[in-house]
């Protein structure tokens, strides 16, 4: 007879065995021996109908194409920049795709980006050797000037920006602070003292607690009490 041992949301570990039977399917993160599904690593459990899946709580940032980042210069080339994408490959951000404006051969690269700095881009190539190319071109995509940047678990990041943005949109109502979120595990974030220090606790907030149901509640409620800012709900 098939059984589920685990629940939906459950955290789990590798190996664990997660149903019994054939009448269950193994998605993601799992692994079928004999009639038994096993988890495959660390992860938050995620059962859809038959199909029992993991979603990672752990592991870091793999490029994937059109993937919005945030990247910090690494090394002024004769022929472009190099940005950390905080993970094991760095991206290549050439002169054609660094800006608008026309860039001439010889000019001085560090004029429009110096190490140190970090830039908003897109991912537009990833080789089968894990070169990546990216591009400073479009809509969003920029320096970033000023403010500070944090790191989060990669595997968070969709929780921190919310269905549709909902969750960084209440952020940023309740403390005033603009706020760019990566996809590689970066944000970007930039307001007052005061309101800075607010929304990385609840940046915080969301990654330590994003395993756990009524979430967006939680972080409405630590909002209002550390702004003073009445906020309309957005759980569903």
């Not at 071109?137 to 943005?165: E, S, W």
């Not at 209440?170 to 706020?179: D, L, N, R, V």
Request: glycine share 10%; aromatic share 4%.
């Amino acid at each position: 007879m098939s059984k589920i041992l685990v629940k939906d949301k459950d955290i789990v570990v590798p190996g664990e065995i997660l149903a019994e039977g054939m009448d269950n399917l193994p998605g993601t993160g799992t692994y079928r021996e004999g009639e038994n599904i096993h988890a495959g690593q660390l992860g938050l459990v995620s059962i859809n109908g038959r199909a029992i899946k993991l979603i990672s709580l752990s592991g870091v940032y793999q490029p994937k194409v059109d993937d919005t980042i945030i990247g910090k210069v690494i090394d002024v080339t004769m022929f472009g920049w190099r940005l950390d994408t905080n993970c094991a490959y760095s991206a290549m951000l050439s002169m054609k795709e660094a800006s608008s404006d026309f860039i001439p051969k010889g000019a001085d690269l560090n004029k429009y980006f110096s190490l140190g700095e970090y830039v908003v881009c897109k991912i537009t190539q990833v080789t089968s050797q894990k070169l990546v190319d990216i591009s400073a071109k479009g809509p969003g995509l920029h320096k970033l000037r000023g403010g500070r940047v944090i790191k989060v678990n990669t595997n968070k990041v969709p929780r921190i920006i919310g269905k549709q943005g909902s969750m960084v949109s209440m952020i940023k109502q309740a403390t005033g602070c603009k706020i760019i979120v990566g996809q590689n595990g970066l944000v970007w974030l930039e307001g007052e003292p005061k309101s800075e220090l607010i929304t990385v606790r609840a940046i915080k907030k969301i990654e330590d607690e994003s395993h756990l149901s009524g979430l967006t509640d939680r972080v409405k409620v630590f909002l209002e009490k550390e702004t003073g800012t009445k906020l309309e709900s957005n759980s569903r």
